[in-house]
C-alpha cells in the first residue's frame, strides 16, 4: 500500500526500519463503505467542540466490550480534520487520530506527538473506522476504539474528564512529520466520555419553575468576589420536592460566573434581613452565617441536573426555612468594569411529593488557611475525612445512598478522588476524577449507587500542582485559595449538612516552631500573627515541604460535623485520629491485560477500496 507519496525519502525508509520493520496502518480513504457485520450505533451523546460549531463530536459507550465510538461531523473539510486526546490538553505526548490527504487520496490513521509535539503514525493502530459520508451539514467520520489499548501511546479512556484537541487541516500533507501539534495550536474542550447508561428521567407533567436570581448586580472589579443575595419563597408555600435544576447565567458573562449555590436558611429564624451585598462584607447581617443548607450547587462546566424518579429535593413546607440566600462566586481576573449580572439558578419542583426526600452534604476539606500546599510542587496531595463518629452520630441505621456528587478545586486541582473505607478497606469509590479541570465541574450521576453505613469513613483526597507559584497556596474562597470538596447528592436526607476536616491546630503550630529552628529564625507565636503570615515567612525547600506533607498524613485533625443549622453535632470533634486504610481498591484489568497482546485492530496494511456506488 502507498503510504504517502511514491517517493518515499530516505529518512522515511530509516524511520520504518528502526521501529523493527513495523508496518504502519493506513486507511485509505474515499466512499467508505462498511462491512455487511456492521451495525451502526446510536450517538446518544453530543457536544459542540469549537465556539462556531464548525466541528461536533457524537459519541456512545459500548460497556460489554469497554468500546467507545465516536463520530466527528466537519461542517467543512478542507484537507483534513485531528482529533486528540491528552492529560491536560496539551498538544505534547498526546494520542491523535487523523484525516488527512496529500491533495490526490485521503488517508485514516492513528498517530500521537512526541515531547516537541511532532506527530507521528502509530505502529499499533487501535482507532478502527467505520464509516465516512458527506450529507449538506458536512462531512461526518466514524470510528471506535477500546478503552483501553494496551498501546504506550494510546490515551486511556477512564471515568472523569477527558481533554479533546481538535484541528482542521487547511494544507495538503505530504508526510506527517511536517506537522507538529504545538504549532498547530489545537482548541481544547471537555467532556465526560464515560457515563451512566441510564437517561435523564422525564419531568412530572405537573413541574414548575422557580428562578433565585442575582438583582442585577454590578460585577466589581476585582478578581475574587462572593455576591450574597437574599430570597423569600411564596408565603405559606407547602412541601414540595425539587425534581431538577440548572444554571441561569446573564449572556455574556460565561467566563466571569465561576459558581453559584443556593442555600435554605435555618427554619428556627423567624426573619432575615434582605441583605445583597459582598458575602465578606463587615456590613453583612450575622444571620446570613446560617444559611447553610445546600439546595443546588452549579459550577462551571456543569450540566442540568436531574434526581432519580423515587426522590427529589425537599423545600417549602412545615420545618423549612422560606428564605434562601443566593451565593454567586464572580471571577474578574480581567478588571472588566461596568458588567452588570442576574445569573442563578431555576428550580424545577412538583407538589406530587416523592418516596424520599434527598439531600446534598459537603465532603472534604474546611476552607481554611491551615491546610497549604507548598510551591514548586508538581503532585502534593490533601485528605480531607467524614470519620466513622460522625457517620455514626448522623446517619440511619439503613445508611444513606448516594448517587451523584460533584467535585470541586480552584486552579492548582489537578485531581478528586472520594472513597467509601468500612472498617479499615476501601470497598467503593464514590468519584475519581484523574484529569480535573476546574474549568469543567459537572455533577456526575454514579454508575451505580453508594450506600454509606453508619461508622463508615468517607475520604477525599485531591491532587494539586503548584509548580508555577513563588508563594505558599492556602485553602481559603479566592481563586488563588484552594479548595477540595465533593458535594454528594444522597437519600434519605439527614441532619448532617457538613463532614469535612482539618489538621489539629495544636500541631500545625508545632511545625511552624520545627520549621523556624531549622531555618534560624525567630518564631512568634503573637495572637496578631496569622496562619497566613507564618507560612508566608518559610523558605520553601524539600524539606519543609515534606515535614508539612508528613504533618497532613499523620497528625490528628479537627473535624467539622455540622448540623443544617451549621452547628456541630454535640460532641469533642477535636484531635480526632486519621482513620487507618490497610487495603485499597484495585482497578479491574481492561481486556487487553487480560489477553496480554496488543490490542490492534489491523496488524498489516488495510487499503479500504472506494464504493463504486
Not at 422525564?202 to 460585577?219: G, Q, S
Not at 452565617?289 to 417549602?316: I, K, Q, S, T
Not at 479548595?483 to 489538621?503: D, F, I
Request: glycine share 6%.
Amino acid at each position: 500500500m502507498r503510504l504517502l507519496n511514491k517517493d518515499l525519502r530516505l529518512q522515511d525508509v530509516t524511520l520504518m526500519y528502526l521501529t523493527v520493520m513495523a508496518t504502519v496502518v493506513v486507511i485509505l480513504v474515499a466512499s467508505y463503505q462498511p462491512s455487511t457485520t456492521y451495525s451502526r450505533p446510536s450517538l446518544a451523546y453530543h457536544i459542540l467542540l469549537d465556539p462556531s460549531g464548525d466541528l461536533e463530536l457524537s459519541w456512545n459507550i459500548s460497556y460489554p466490550t469497554q468500546e467507545v465510538y465516536l463520530q466527528l461531523r466537519v461542517k467543512e473539510l478542507h484537507h483534513g480534520v485531528l482529533l486528540g486526546m491528552s492529560d491536560r490538553g496539551e498538544p505534547t505526548n498526546a494520542d491523535l487520530v487523523l484525516l488527512w490527504d496529500d491533495g490526490q487520496k485521503s488517508y485514516f490513521g492513528d498517530a500521537w506527538s512526541d515531547g516537541e509535539g511532532r506527530v507521528m503514525l502509530d505502529t499499533q493502530q487501535n482507532y478502527q473506522l467505520l464509516e465516512t459520508h458527506h450529507s449538506s451539514e458536512g462531512f461526518y467520520l466514524l470510528f471506535k476504539r477500546p478503552f483501553s489499548t494496551c498501546d504506550p501511546h494510546d490515551y486511556i479512556i477512564e471515568e472523569g474528564t477527558v481533554h479533546i484537541m481538535y484541528a482542521v487541516l487547511e494544507r495538503p500533507v505530504l508526510s506527517l512529520h511536517e506537522l507538529n501539534m504545538s504549532r498547530l495550536q489545537p482548541g481544547v474542550q471537555r467532556v465526560l466520555l464515560l457515563r451512566p447508561e441510564a437517561q435523564s428521567p422525564p419531568l412530572p407533567r405537573d413541574v414548575r419553575t422557580l428562578e433565585v436570581l442575582a438583582p442585577d448586580v454590578l460585577i466589581p472589579t476585582q478578581e475574587t468576589t462572593y455576591w450574597c443575595h437574599i430570597f423569600q419563597l411564596p408565603p405559606n408555600m407547602p412541601k414540595n420536592h425539587i425534581v431538577m435544576y440548572e444554571s441561569v447565567i446573564t449572556p455574556g458573562n460565561e467566563a466571569i460566573v465561576h459558581h453559584m449555590e443556593v442555600f435554605e436558611c435555618s427554619p428556627q429564624m423567624d426573619t432575615v434581613p434582605q441583605y445583597s451585598g459582598s458575602c465578606d462584607s463587615k456590613m453583612k447581617p450575622r444571620k446570613l452565617n446560617y444559611c447553610r443548607h445546600v439546595l443546588a450547587a452549579w459550577a462551571m462546566g456543569a450540566e442540568p441536573f436531574y434526581y432519580p424518579p423515587d426522590a427529589g429535593l425537599p423545600m417549602g413546607g412545615d420545618g423549612s426555612s422560606r428564605f434562601l440566600r443566593l451565593e454567586v462566586h464572580y471571577h474578574n481576573p480581567l478588571l472588566i468594569s461596568g458588567r452588570r449580572d442576574t445569573s442563578g439558578i431555576r428550580l424545577w419542583y412538583t407538589p406530587s411529593l416523592r418516596r424520599f426526600d434527598a439531600g446534598i452534604m459537603e465532603l472534604g476539606l474546611v476552607y481554611t488557611p491551615v491546610m497549604a500546599i507548598p510551591p514548586h510542587q508538581d503532585f502534593f496531595q490533601l485528605s480531607g475525612y467524614c470519620t466513622a463518629k460522625c457517620t455514626r452520630t448522623a446517619f440511619p441505621a439503613g445508611g444513606i445512598h448516594i448517587f451523584a456528587s460533584q467535585l470541586h478545586t480552584h486552579l492548582a486541582g489537578l485531581g478528586v478522588r472520594t472513597v467509601l473505607v468500612r472498617g479499615d478497606k476501601e470497598v467503593a469509590v464514590v468519584q475519581e476524577d484523574k484529569h480535573f479541570s476546574t474549568h469543567y465541574q459537572i455533577i456526575r450521576v454514579l454508575k451505580k449507587m453508594v450506600t454509606v453505613l453508619p461508622g463508615d469513613v468517607l475520604i477525599t483526597k485531591c491532587t494539586y500542582d503548584t509548580e508555577d507559584r513563588n508563594k505558599v497556596t492556602v485553602g481559603g474562597f479566592g481563586i488563588m485559595d484552594e479548595m477540595c470538596v465533593n458535594y454528594v447528592h444522597y437519600y434519605p436526607r439527614t441532619q448532617l449538612e457538613l463532614c469535612k476536616s482539618h489538621v489539629d491546630l495544636d500541631y500545625l503550630q508545632k511545625y511552624f516552631s520545627l520549621i523556624n529552628r531549622f531555618q534560624a529564625r525567630e518564631s512568634c507565636s503573637c495572637p496578631q500573627t496569622s496562619v497566613e503570615d507564618q507560612f508566608s515567612s518559610i523558605t520553601w525547600d524539600s524539606f519543609s515541604g515534606e515535614v508539612l506533607n508528613s504533618l497532613y498524613t499523620s497528625s490528628p485533625i479537627s473535624m467539622h460535623c455540622n448540623q443544617s443549622t451549621a452547628e456541630l453535632f454535640p460532641g469533642d470533634w477535636e484531635k480526632q485520629e486519621i482513620p487507618v486504610v490497610k487495603s485499597e481498591l484495585e482497578r479491574a484489568p481492561y481486556p487487553c491485560e487480560l489477553n496480554q497482546r496488543s490490542y490492534s485492530q489491523n496488524d498489516n496494511p488495510t487499503e479500504v477500496k472506494p464504493n463504486s456506488g
